[in-house]
T-cell receptor, first 115, second 109 residues
Framework: KAGVTQTPRYLIKTRGQQVTLSCSPI?????VSWYQQTPGQGLQFLFE???????NKGNFPGRFSGRQFSNSRSEMNVSTLELGDSALYLC??????????????FGQGTRLTVV | ELKVEQNPLFLSMQEGKNYTIYCNYS?????LYWYRQDPGKSLESLFV?????AVKQEGRLMASLDTKARLSTLHITAAVHDLSATYFC?????????FGTGTSLTVIP
């Protein structure tokens, strides 16, 4: 079966711009989580969506936002990009809430470079 | 907040040798995960450990959980080159994963 699909795979943006990343979860999965991976901070939780509702958000500024559509696809948006936003952004999908299904499947990520 | 620490950060080992990666977490975690990540690739789930004393094995990898000590270990037996990757442990609490820093493993022929 198809896995978690993230698009685009690579992005280069300029400081001050905004960017939108997309995540298509595994068919039938209702939960999508987003994580930022950097060499300095490791993997950090951004937010989780379940049935179009954001259930919680990690410790990131308001420039980071997201949403989930009725087909469970999710987008995250970063406005007013900073150099420190350069990272690998990973999304993970779960059939149900992660605390219930216990499993989360990760996509290959979007590598964002801010110059 | 649940903090997860792994050690070592880097591990270089010879083929055929055994080694253990340690994962300590700061406070109660509902469950403990081990993931593998190859360069440029996604995170691949290896194990989910739920209860004290849980032990799971897959091939040359064995994971265990001691909730009283807040410690999980990933033991590698008779390492082979194919095991070279970065290994992450993560604590799960609610709908959130809290990842360790990762252990970069290189297996040398």
């Amino acid at each position: 079966k198809a896995g978690v699909t993230q698009t685009p795979r690579y992005l280069i943006k300029t400081r001050g711009q905004q960017v939108t990343l997309s995540c298509s979860p595994i068919s039938g999965h209702r939960s999508v989580s987003w994580y930022q991976q950097t060499p300095g901070q490791g993997l950090q939780f951004l937010f989780e969506y379940f049935s179009e509702t954001q259930r919680n958000k990690g410790n990131f500024p308001g420039r980071f936002s997201g949403r989930q559509f009725s087909n469970s696809r999710s987008e995250m948006n970063v406005s007013t990009l900073e150099l420190g936003d350069s990272a690998l952004y990973l999304c993970a999908s779960s059939k149900d809430a992660p605390e219930i299904t216990l499993e989360a499947f990760f996509g290959q990520g979007t590598r964002l470079t801010v110059v | 907040e649940l903090k997860v620490e792994q050690n070592p950060l880097f591990l270089s080992m010879q083929e055929g040798k055994n080694y253990t990666i340690y994962c300590n977490y700061s406070t109660t975690s509902d469950r403990l995960y081990w993931y593998r990540q190859d360069p440029g690739k996604s995170l691949e789930s290896l194990f989910v450990l739920l209860s004290n004393g849980a032990v799971k094995q897959e091939g040359r990898l064995m994971a265990s959980l001691d909730t009283k000590a807040r410690l999980s270990t990933l033991h590698i037996t008779a390492a082979v080159h194919d095991l070279s990757a970065t290994y992450f442990c993560a604590g799960g609490r609610g709908n959130q994963f809290y990842f360790g820093t990762g252990t970069s493993l290189t297996v040398i022929p």
